[in-house]
């Protein structure tokens, strides 16, 4: 009685050890190689967008009226670099690019501390405008 568990084992350990495969190593993927050299996609810079704080300025310019554009700068807790004006007006020339504008009419510029998700906020507003030479 007690040989036929050890045969039954025996028989177990065997056959499992008859279902492995062999090692093989993984090999890496080849690359195609490559006939010239990757050539670097132009990055778009937005095109310049000219700053005016008085409409007076524009009085003796044509020019159209894109719609309304803002900027921010966040300060998400009190232990992070103030908000700065300049970086929010930089934004909003950077919105007023992405609208073809090419000058921007500051409106206001201000920080205020009841912005939510932020500790204290700098917003600039302006209006997009499209000035022709």
Known sequence: ?????????????????????PYQPITPIEKPAQTEPARAKPTA?????KLYTDAAELVSKPFRDLGEVYGDDCQSSTQDSPPNIATARKRM?????????????????????????????????????????
């Open 93 to 133: 020339q950077v919105r007023a690019s992405g609208m073809k504008a090419n000058a921007v009419l500051l409106h206001k510029c201000e920080i205020v501390s009841s912005a939510q998700g932020c500790y204290r906020q700098a917003i600039c507003q302006g209006s997009a405008l499209k000035v022709s030479n």
């Open 1 to 21: 009685m007690r040989v036929l568990p050890l045969c039954l084992l025996a028989l177990s350990l065997t056959g499992c050890s008859l279902l492995q495969k």
């Open 45 to 49: 810079h937005p095109t310049p967008v």
